[in-house]
């Protein structure tokens, strides 16, 4: 994220964000309108038929042999497909591998709040016993300005103690008995999240209901990480770039809201129908993802596109009908340079939505992008560099995951990258020139003024106006020296393999270095020294 002290002084730097909105109802609602969400439980919840609909019996019988009948998914797995375009659904195959979030909750705008469950469906897969099961609970933080609230705990049916710390921003169940290795746990945490009101030059802008759209980020409680070498992610949360850490799970989401509000979210609508005559109930899938965007919109313009699969949408204040469709014409384009140059986005939807940031540009949910409603009006290259920076943190943060409060370059240098990566696919290669040099000028006079840092430096370390010029300068152009290092067809190479092999996994900065020497076949640990583990003085390219 950029301050806005920083966003004063740096027209084009920008920030990370993702998620999904209103789609066509895919059928009624199979729930009675007597029911309330919170108490039904994720198996009870709307049994839809959500599968893609298979395609029709030809008249006349195929001469070919039939494939092999693939494994059926289980219900609840089968149920997301989609949430992905038809090329990727295979990879659902691999939900063996990922927790299950099942949330059914309550929207009341007259109070801002979400009243709820949320049901984690969790395997204990960290090869260590667990005696206790941690939560971020991120609304808590003093930066978001609103709350959290944690109002029940169970695991595997039975109440659990519980407590927090961190200033309530990270919740501890502690187990009855040990969770084995291998061994599933079922957790249902009843939740109420308030956000404020009008309060983006404040606090957060993601969560906070301005400008028609009230933005719900990090709304429920999201287990932390476990990790071999430090176990459960227990640090205190730190305000500087991007909060979330967390791993890919499926969410299955039930969101009861007062009719004249569009829900957006990360993933897609699988049911939407009336509950009463002022409320309904509208049902979400996401696929394979890092976290579940929810914001509810009133007011707002949208148009919308298809590419490669994906639909776009782009929601916009109906007085900026030009940058609306704008927005919309950038992501299409940034969709198409990055799966081009990238590996496919596997995702049916992906969404871009005109939002009070004020203290940021941009930020990156999964299938989301929010971005500040200032560059929608102020013309210049602001709002296409601003999108396609957040478009890119779908594939460098939702996709391959890193941690974003230990290793942000990760992530951010790679969006940053993207910003050349965009202008050349849009052949303006003067304007990918520019955006290099942007970052040669900032790192070369954060250098000269004693701001140099090694890239794996964390959030926590860059402190003293260095966070910016080192994660977002620095970042950047290692990738290109990294690039220029490769030559074109080694980059290509290296770029493709890293979102291959780390799609849908939790990385750390070795793992980019192994893909990179593996695919090039070369040495590259004094490139990697000097950039990322030490702050060597490199050569600018
Ligand atoms: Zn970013």
């Known amino acids: 994220m950029i301050t806005r002290t920083l966003t004063a002084l740096l027209a084009f730097a920008l920030l990370t964000g993702g998620c999904a909105p209103t789609a066509a109802p895919a059928s009624a609602s199979a729930v009675s309108s ?48 989609p949430a992905l375009i038809p090329s990727a659904e295979g990879d ?51 930066d978001f300005g609103g709350r959290l609230d944690v109002t029940s705990a169970t695991v595997n049916g039975a109440q659990v103690h519980s407590g927090t710390q961190h200033g309530d921003t990270l919740l501890h169940l502690d187990l009855p008995a040990p969770l084995a290795p291998g061994e599933s746990a079922r957790v249902v945490l009843g939740f109420t999240a308030r956000t404020p009101r009008g309060a983006s030059d404040e606090t957060f802008g993601a969560y906070n209901f301005e400008a028609g759209v009230w933005s719900m980020a990090n709304f429920y409680p999201i287990l932390a990480r476990h990790t071999a070498d430090i176990g459960w992610d227990t640090r205190p949360i730190v ?15 039930t969101i009861d809201a007062p ?25 979400f899938v996401s696929g394979p993802q890092r976290e579940f965007y929810l914001g509810a919109l009133q007011g707002l313009a949208q148009a919308e596109a298809v590419v490669d699969g994906t ?52 930020m990156e949910y999964p299938g989301v992008v929010l971005i500040e409603q200032k560059l929608y009006t102020e013309g210049g290259r602001g709002l296409e560099t ?38 050349e696919a849009t052949g303006e290669p003067e304007k990918a020139a520019a955006e290099l040099q942007f970052f040669r000028n900032t790192f070369r006079n954060a250098r000269a003024a004693g701001r140099d ?10 402190s003293g106006g260095r966070y910016y010029p080192v994660i977002y300068a620095k970042g950047p152009l290692f990738f290109q020296a990294l690039r220029d290092q490769l030559g074109e067809q080694g980059f ?38 000097d950039w990322v583990r030490t702050a060597a003085p490199v050569a600018i390219p």
Request: with cysteine; aromatic share 10%; proline share 7%.
């Open 259 to 283: 009719n004249g509000w569009a829900l957006l979210s990360t993933g897609v609508t699988i049911s939407d129908g009336p509950v009463n005559e002022q409320v309904h109930r509208q049902r």
């Open 311 to 362: 639909r776009i949408v782009s929601y916009y204040q109906a007085k900026n009908p030009r940058a609306g469709q704008e927005g919309l014409a950038v992501a299409e384009r940034s969709l198409r340079a990055f799966n081009q140059r990238y590996g496919s986005y596997p995702l049916a939807e992906l969404e871009v939505v005109q939002s009070a940031l004020t203290q940021f540009l941009g």
């Open 34 to 81: 007597t029911e309330v969400p919170a108490a039904v439980s994720p198996t009870q919840a709307p049994a839809i038929a959500a599968a893609r609909p298979t395609a029709a019996p030809t008249a006349s019988p195929s001469a070919t042999p039939e494939p092999p009948a693939e494994p059926a998914l289980p219900p609840e797995v089968a149920v997301q497909a």
């Open 92 to 142: 659902l195959a691999g939900a063996g591998a990922w927790d299950r979030y099942t949330i059914i909750a309550a929207l009341s705008p007259g109070e801002l709040s979400v009243r709820g469950t949320v049901t984690l469906d969790m395997v204990n897969r960290y090869g260590v016993d667990l005696d206790q099961i941690y939560f971020h609970l991120y609304p808590n933080h003093p």
């Open 492 to 529: 290509d190479a290296f770029i493709h393999a890293y979102y291959s092999a780390f799609r849908y996994q939790d990385i750390v900065g070795d793992d980019l270095l192994r893909v990179a020497q593996d695919s090039c076949g070369c040495d590259l640990t004094q490139l990697y020294d």
């Open 453 to 462: 840092a090694p890239l794996s430096s964390s959030p926590a370390q860059l």
């Open 239 to 253: 305000s500087r770039g991007d909060f979330t850490v967390s791993s890919v799970a499926l969410y299955d989401v």
């Open 386 to 423: 601003t999108i396609a920076h957040e478009i890119a943190h779908q594939w460098w943060y939702s996709q391959v995951g890193n941690d974003a409060q230990g290793e942000a370059w990760l992530d951010e240098g790679l969006a940053s990258y993207s910003q050349v990566v965009y202008y």
